[in-house]
């Protein structure tokens, strides 16, 4: 799966007024994230996929494979808590032109890690695309130990894993017990030069919907070893970085976007629109 390396970006569902999906928006924000992505992934938490109705998913997947100006690779995001909910979305989605699917860790009801085995082991059975795990134990409240990445890694459909833990020692043991072409993500912008240093491919980055060259950049230098140089560049993202989530993601790189002229800063509650003092923040450092 060389086509899920360098940058991918988990993108944004842009919304009008009315609070309708706003497809010249996203017809924008494909243009500009090609400027520098890899990869486009679809229906994660930062595309608002918890308030966006099923029919929205069909047809906002539709318009970004009919828009796709440099025909990059889609993940689509099909996760949740329910494994059989997860199984029968799976299959009632037309995952033509789908690369792989990204699939988090069961949320609120906190599984053993033999559940979690389970649970995607079920899902990676079943699904007519490769699945790519993702850990983010501050949203989920359930961590995927290495241990059980590793255990996982072994099943023939499941590719890899987006590792937003924060815990460099939990990546490490993933690179070094898994095969080669298992797949270890970033889920962390920031940490992406550290990752790669460690066997990581690249990242699924938030903030490249507004700053894809940059990502262009970190990960041009990190495959060539030059890492101080990523971290130099990445750097230039460290003080914007807490602010696209001091009011929830994705409020704050909504914002950002807005104030680029990308397409506007409406979310769907619960989530409300950046406020005034968090736009000026963005402002200043943009």
Known sequence: MKSIYGTGVALITPFNNSNEVDFDGLTKLLSHTAK????????GTTGESATTSPSEKKTI?????NNNPNKLPIVAGIGGNNTYGVIETIKNTDLTGIDAVLS?????????????IAHFTKIANESPVPIILYNVPERTSSNILASTTIELSKHTNIIGIKEASGSIEQAIEIHKNTDDDFLLISGDDMLTPTLMSVGAVGVISVLANAFPEIFRKV??????????????IIKQLANINPLMYEEGNPVGIKEVLRQIEICSNNVRLPLLP?????????????
């Open 36 to 43: 520098g992505v890899d990869y486009y992934v679809v229906h």
């Open 219 to 232: 990960i041009s230098h990190a495959n060539n070893k030059s890492l101080e140089e990523a971290e130099i």
């Open 61 to 65: 997947l539709q318009h970004i494979i």
């Open 104 to 116: 988090v860790a069961p949320y609120y009801n906190k599984p053993s890690q033999k559940g979690i």
């Open 274 to 286: 950046a406020s005034n003092d968090l736009s000026k923040r963005i402002k200043a450092l943009l």
